[in-house]
């Protein structure tokens, strides 16, 4: 490497990593490839170092994130496997900026870059916990080749504090001066030697590559370490059949496949974290995943809090891709009604497509692979999540019909002060040709009609105020500027007469607190955007409010589904799918929901059915809080509280 071309190498590393991480590397990745690694290169050379092996853009092995360089060797002292992460940096000037530890730097914004040592750092744990082989055995490096040591000196103590759990001992961070350089040389060759090198970095080829006994522990603690609610009679029911099953051990050709069906707030996620968490505990391979972006963050920050490092347990459905047969004891499926038909990324070139279904590579990659899932949350017309499909599958890969185990959830526990409110929902929306039905107000959940968004938005503020989780979602009938405005606003685009609010943002802006889409339905500033069903399946809050668009209307004793502004809820399948998608916003809340129809015959459906309206809800709140109303009418400063409950 030390001898190659640059642009060589940087053609070769983009081809590398849009063959394997299916990903279309930036500018900025390219520039840092063509000058980066010889600097390294030249260290080790320099160093007597040279028969070191140099792993080039690693996966983490529980992420899409990718580590620039992994050198691979012994240890001096004890001849055993012995691995430094390099995190390459390319700044110059840099500036740190109090309290979030960020660095700005040239090509950052204003927002800056996470600090590259904790960058390094997660990067050394993350593989510390899926390659037990490693022990304590791993170091990091941040290489400034371009920074003097006035710009160094800004990132380390005393001038930057670091996370505490950061262990100092194993990072170094080297600059781009001559005695800096040799400093970073001394430092490689006393925890590295090129001896038995290439012997090692096969060892980590063929690992079998799994959580390791310490962050199995640690998700046992994080995950069940705060009780979200007891599990209860089938809940209990289905995690003591899995848990029975793994107790009783595996053999190769003696899969188990457990396809759990459940509607809306029957408690298929927290299953799955009791599960995950019994699993943990007994040593078990266990890793979780979803095809949601938005649950899995969800999830992570969860966990995040009460036990560092555990977050990488929570994965993406296709990340399991490439997985040989069996690498993991138990893969948790949940909310598996999002499977994709297959695996492929949007850049995946033409040869590194596989017709190989997605619910064959999951079933392929566990002993017991667990799928739980609710056929009407299929929203798009590429989701396949079935447990029909899952069966066809899995019989077709030889799965004998004795191992799958089918099991049905029914308890509700989202709505659980009016489990009657989703059979009215889905005999309003029309499921198995029902006829709506007339509502019957219910002490326990406070189910209201808006005649304009308006009212709804003044309604979930009060209680907002109040100290309650609200969120306002619609259907996908108005078109999403990703695009930030002047000003880092977002635009505006659900316009309802006078009433205008933008979606949910693609990316955070953080100088405006605006979240981005994978922490809107959580963040206590997603309030002030209107979410859609890619951002709120799965997730709950208090109060939920619901925005009809034209896509699903009632006229003439029926409904009518037309096309909205999302190509993936159309086609042969709209009518389901977009009855599917106002299923689940309008299930989000635990304590109530407001609908608000833009379409007039709809409006009037709801009222014809005695569902009561919002602005006479409302009257009695300000009455009962009439001081705090008259704050949050007067308010300038619209901020709401954290959301803590996310299942």
């Not at 950052?108 to 082989?133: I, K």
């Not at 759990?165 to 490689?188: N, T």
Request: contains cysteine; hydrophobic residues 40%; neutral net charge.
């Amino acid at each position: 490497m030390n001898e190659m071309d640059s642009e060589h190498l940087a053609e070769a590393l983009r081809a590398g990593v849009r063959r394997t991480f299916k990903q279309v590397p930036r500018e900025q990745e390219l520039q840092s490839w063509r000058a980066s690694p010889k600097t390294v290169a030249k260290v080790l050379v320099d160093a007597g170092l040279g028969e070191v092996i140099v792993l080039l853009e690693m996966s983490t092995l529980a992420s899409d994130a990718r580590i620039d360089m992994l050198l691979v060797g012994s240890h001096p002292e004890c001849g055993e496997l012995s691995v430094v992460v390099v995190e390459n940096k390319q700044w110059s000037q840099l500036h740190v900026l109090r309290g979030t530890r960020r660095v700005v730097h040239p090509g950052s914004g204003p927002e800056g870059s996470q600090h590259p040592v904790e960058q390094a750092w997660d990067y050394c744990r993350t593989l510390q916990h899926h390659l037990p082989m490693l022990h304590r055995r791993f170091h990091g490096l941040v290489n400034l080749h371009k920074a003097p040591a006035e710009e160094v000196a800004k990132l380390v103590p005393p001038a930057c504090g670091l996370r505490s759990e950061v262990d100092l001992a194993r990072m170094r961070i080297f600059g781009s001066a001559p005695d800096a350089r040799q400093e970073m040389g001394e430092f490689l060759a006393s925890v590295l030697s090129g001896e038995n090198a290439a012997r090692h970095r096969r060892l980590i080829d063929q690992a079998h590559v799994r959580p390791s006994e310490a962050l199995m522990l640690a998700a046992q603690e994080a995950v069940r370490g705060r009780a979200l609610f007891t599990l209860l009679d089938e809940q209990r029911t289905a995690v003591d059949r899995v848990f029975q099953t793994v107790e009783e051990g595996f053999t190769e050709n003696n899969k188990q496949v457990f396809i759990i069906v459940g509607g809306p707030g029957t408690g298929k996620s927290v299953l799955a974290l009791e599960l995950l968490g019994l699993l943990s505990a007994v040593g078990s391979a266990a890793v979780h995943a979803s095809g949601s972006n938005a649950f899995a963050r969800a999830l992570r920050e969860h966990v995040k809090g009460r036990r560092g490092g555990v977050e990488s347990i929570f994965t993406y459905f296709h990340q399991h891709r490439r997985r040989t047969r069996n690498h993991l004891d138990v893969l948790i499926c949940d909310e598996a009604h999002r499977l994709r038909k297959d695996s492929n990324l949007r850049y995946d070139s033409v040869e590194d497509r596989s017709d190989t279904p997605q619910i064959q590579e999951l079933i392929n990659a566990a002993r017991v692979p667990v799928f739980l899932l609710d056929p009407r949350q299929v929203v798009r017309r590429d989701e396949v999540g079935t447990p029909e499909e899952i069966r066809r599958i899995a019989l077709e890969m030889g799965i004998a019909e004795g191992n799958i185990h089918s099991i049905e959830l029914s308890l509700q526990f989202r709505q659980h002060l009016c489990p009657e409110y989703v059979s009215w929902l889905e005999d309003l929306l029309g499921y198995e040709d029902a006829a709506p039905r007339p509502w019957e107000p219910s002490e326990g959940f406070q189910l209201l009609r808006a005649d304009h968004p308006q009212q709804m938005e003044d309604y979930l503020r009060l209680q907002t105020a109040l100290n309650r989780t609200a969120r306002i979602t619609a259907g996908y009938c108005w078109k999403w500027t990703k695009k930030v405005q002047p000003g880092g606003r977002l635009a505006n685009d659900i316009r309802i007469d006078a009433w205008e609010r933008p979606w949910n943002a693609d990316k955070p802006i953080r100088k405006k607190k605006i979240p981005g889409k994978d922490m809107w339905a959580t963040d206590p500033h997603g309030f002030e955007q209107v979410g859609c069903i890619y951002t709120a399946q799965s997730l709950d809050w208090d109060y939920t409010g619901i925005i009809m668009g034209r896509d699903y209307t009632w006229h003439g004793g029926r409904w009518l589904a037309t096309k909205n502004e999302d190509p993936a809820a159309g086609g042969p399948d709209r009518h389901q799918l977009v009855r599917n998608i106002y299923r689940v916003l309008a299930t989000r809340g635990k304590y109530g929901a407001i609908i608000y129809s833009t379409d007039p015959g709809t409006r009037a459906l709801l009222a014809e059915l005695g569902v009561p309206p919002v602005a006479q809800a409302k009257t009695v709140l300000d009455k009962q809080h009439h001081a705090l109303a008259e704050a949050v009418a007067r308010a300038d400063d619209r901020s709401t509280p954290t959301q803590d409950g996310l299942f």
